[in-house]
């Protein structure tokens, strides 16, 4: 189930709270103001969505929105129910063979785990079934770097763009020397296409980038964890054994509580 990752969000908004508390707290509103100039955002914003279209795909393109979202979603993937499945699973195939583990395909949700199990039941070799899963984890950690590769493209372009639009800025206003009136216009330019290129590419197109590759390790590494579980099936391991495997897989943190909890059992 996807919830909203709301440090996402309030990540960003602190970024930009503390921008605006700093150009305030020196300027007050009237400062605020001077660093809302629409030509700047214009270039920097169009500027990078030029070069992502230049960079990618339309198919590609139209998929960033889709994308981006994913890094304010927080789909919970708990390692110790993966174990606790697989360790209810490894005790009905020995009980009742792998063929009942069928019947049990309809309580998962989780695709990849129906599909080791499915190999399972099938009696596909324990390395082939190893070889087909980690075909399917390869795959999704391309497309997953395709996805994430147009995130850290814009984090790269924003701020040339910015410094596109400074140079932009200088030029008229060195053109425009005589003309006191226009020089300050042309400052903004010069200076903020510089400012919004830094700040999009440090508050958003990278730190998003950077929170799609976290999900995607953890994602992989799940995964993992379910090819392990697979073949433990598969070769007719002991629940205990299967649960001694992939306890492995488990947060230090959790693997100590438990572990203390056991101890404080036997005593």
């Known amino acids: ?10 990540g ?16 007050g509103m009237s400062g605020f103001l001077a660093f809302i100039d629409v030509p700047s955002m214009l270039i920097v914003l169009g500027g990078v969505f030029g070069t992502l ?3 990618f795909p339309l198919k590609q393109l139209k998929n960033m929105g889709r994308v981006g979202k994913q890094a304010f979603q927080s789909k919970e993937i708990n390692v110790e129910e993966i174990v606790g499945t697989f360790v209810h699973l490894s005790e009905k195939a020995r009980r009742e063979g792998l063929l009942s583990l069928e019947a049990e395909l309809e309580q998962i949700d989780d695709s990849f785990v129906k599909k080791g199990i499915l190999l399972a039941v099938d009696g596909v070799e324990p390395e082939m079934i190893r070889e ?19 995130f850290e493209k814009a984090g790269d372009y924003a701020p040339a763009w910015g410094m596109i639009g400074t140079l932009v800025g200088l030029v008229l206003m060195l053109k425009s020397l005589n003309t006191p009136s226009s020089l300050g ?10 400012f919004y290129g830094a700040l999009l590419s440090n508050l958003f197109f990278q730190p998003i980038a950077a929170k799609l590759a976290g999900k995607t390790e953890h994602e992989l590494f799940v995964k993992e964890v379910i090819i392990e579980g697979v073949i433990g099936l598969q070769a ?6 299967v649960q001694a495997k992939l306890k492995v897989f488990a947060p230090v943190e959790k693997r100590k509580l438990e572990e203390k909890s056991e101890h404080v059992r036997e005593a």
């Open 1 to 10: 189930m996807k919830k909203i990752d709301m440090l996402t969000p309030i």
């Open 12 to 27: 960003i908004l602190i970024g930009i709270s503390m921008v605006v508390f700093g150009v305030i707290s020196s300027g």
């Open 53 to 55: 279209c230049v960079s």
């Open 132 to 150: 087909l899963l980690e075909a399917e984890i390869a795959a999704v950690e391309e497309r997953h770097a395709r996805g994430r590769s147009m």
């Open 185 to 194: 216009p042309n400052m903004a330019i010069a200076l903020l296409t510089t």
């Open 236 to 241: 007719g391991q002991n629940s205990r054994f």
